[in-house]
């Protein structure tokens, strides 16, 4: 860590300088605690959610000033598996339990709202789990945020995300009739307003595993993806770094490890210091 000198201080992560002026900007946005899981098992990860859940709904019951919750933001691409939401229909799941099993897709009823959705390689899935006291309890608010947070990435690559009138989600022309495409299902738990659960955006999505579904229980709607609409393989980790710069921007959020996002609090806090002469 280099000195105080004159009206700068700096910090050195590994290769990157940290200003003061950017820190005190850090100290300002609410910090997220962001993992890259890469390819894991659906029940594993949905272990580690409730986990995390858990903690901050814990601390919210200890602590009436809510300050020691923490915020997080996984990303993950799942094994092949077919999710039933809590208000789902089991007649909009096509296929028996041996054809799952010969297919190699699990199959998990959980505890989002939402229907029937799939998970698989190459779909970029996302669960932030937030303290929305930290932000704003609305949970409208939240879910607009996410789909904004996908229609501004779809932007950069030339697309048009849209919304569709009461349903969830991020869509390509939901309102023309036949040609209605969904490419980002969302669905959520919220306890003591922690959220869990999330987006699953499809990227490069092998699209034939939704045939064997009714997609969220909404007939006669395609589901599409990036590489359906670009007509090629899409970068998938630049697909990350799109989603998560995103997800800063509309939340108004720094994320980083536990360690940078520390960092950048200790030195934020001593950037409203009087320097010393």
Known sequence: MDS????????????????????????????????DL???????????????????????ALDETRGDTV?????????????LGKSGHEENVLINNAQMEEKGIEYFHINRGG?????????????????????KTDLGWYLRGLEEMIILTMAEYGLKGD??????????????????????????????WVTMHGFAFNV????????????CGIQNKQV?????????????EQVKEKVSRNFEKVFEAKLGTKELLDNLELIGALSLQPLPH
């Not at 915020?71 to 999710?83: C, G, I, M, S």
């Not at 036949?178 to 980002?184: F, H, L, P, V, W």
Request: charged share 25%; aromatic share 12%.
């Open 163 to 192: 919304r569709s009138k009461g349903e969830t989600g991020v869509w390509l022309d939901p309102n023309i009739e036949g040609k209605e495409r969904k490419i980002c299902a969302m669905g959520i738990k919220c306890s003591r």
């Open 38 to 60: 890469g390819q894991r098992s659906y029940k594993d990860v949905w272990d580690y959610q409730e986990m995390l859940l858990k903690e901050n709904v814990q601390k919210k």
């Open 204 to 215: 490069n999505t092998d699209l034939g595993y939704f045939d064997y579904i009714v997609p």
């Open 115 to 135: 229907d029937i959705t799939f998970h698989g390689p190459q779909q970029l899935v996302g669960y932030p789990i937030l303290d929305l006291d930290k932000f």
């Open 71 to 83: 915020n997080h933001l996984l990303f993950v691409e799942h094994n092949p598996v077919y999710t």
């Open 4 to 35: 105080i000198t004159g009206n700068r201080f700096n910090l050195k992560l590994g290769q990157v300088m940290i200003t003061k002026e950017a820190a005190y900007i850090c100290l300002m946005q609410k910090k997220v605690q962001f993992q």
């Open 224 to 236: 599409t993806s990036l590489e359906k609409e670009l007509g090629h393989k899409v970068d998938f």
